[in-house]
Every structure is written in structure tokens, then in C-alpha cells.
């Protein structure tokens, strides 16, 4: 088992810049692909982002390509989620995720395939 506390999240204007952390507990956290994901209000959850195992490789959903970041210590059993130049339409809850498989394109947005979740943090983007 993997427990995931997210924070970071409040309210932001336009074009602020917010930083989420996910901190993990548990097993391994080095063994564990992580990611973020987004539920806006009134709509379903979506991928936003993934890092893989050692960091070597990331996925980034175009909508926030160019403005998010995705960074992980493994010393700390971390992730960061930069937001830079945030936009309305980025208020969510986020949620923090792991995966124990391999990190793949045809997968990555699949929630399915992530094996924990966090409880989430609110972002709120005022324009």
C-alpha cells in the first residue's frame, strides 16, 4: 500500500504560479510511476501529467504543455507539481497518483492503470 497527501493547492489569479506536492508513504516510493490528474467541476477526471520511475520520462497533456511541470525526490517520496501561468479553465481538484507498471503512452491517461490516489487539493484560478 501507498498513501498520497497532496497540498499546495488555494486560490490563484491568472497568470499566478502554484506549486502542489504529493508526499508518499508506504512502500518504495522510488518503484512507483507518479502522476497528476484533474477533476474540474461538473466534469470527469483527466490526465494532467506523469513522471516515471527515476524521472527519466514525462507525459504532459497538451492543454497545460509549456506551463506545468512534473518533478519527483525520491529522497523525500515526493512529487511537485509546478503550475506556472495559470489559466481559469485550470481550476480543479488535483489528485495525485502512482502506478506500479511502467509508464506508457497508451496508458498513461488511463486512471485504471494507476493504483493509487491521493484525496486531492483544490486549485481555484479567479481571472
Known amino acids: 500500500q501507498v498513501q498520497l497527501v497532496e497540498s499546495g493547492g488555494g486560490l490563484v489569479q491568472a497568470g499566478d504560479s502554484l506549486r502542489l506536492s504529493c508526499a508518499a508513504s508506504?512502500?518504495?516510493?522510488?518503484?512507483?510511476?507518479m502522476g497528476w490528474f484533474r477533476q474540474a467541476p461538473g466534469k470527469e477526471r483527466e490526465f494532467v501529467i506523469a513522471?516515471?520511475?527515476?524521472?527519466?520520462?514525462?507525459y504532459i497533456e497538451d492543454s497545460v504543455k509549456g506551463r506545468f511541470t512534473i518533478s519527483r525526490d525520491d529522497a523525500k517520496n515526493t512529487v511537485h507539481l509546478q503550475m506556472n501561468s495559470l489559466k481559469p479553465e485550470d481550476t480543479a481538484v488535483y489528485y495525485c497518483?502512482?502506478?506500479?507498471?511502467?509508464?506508457?503512452?497508451?496508458?498513461?491517461?488511463?486512471?485504471?492503470?494507476?493504483?493509487?490516489w491521493g484525496q486531492g487539493t483544490h486549485v481555484t484560478v479567479s481571472s
Open positions: 497518483a502512482a502506478r506500479t507498471r511502467s509508464l506508457a503512452q497508451q496508458s498513461v491517461r488511463t486512471m485504471l492503470e494507476w493504483n493509487y
Open positions: 508506504g512502500r518504495t516510493f522510488s518503484n512507483y510511476a
Open positions: 513522471i516515471s520511475r527515476g524521472g527519466s520520462t514525462r
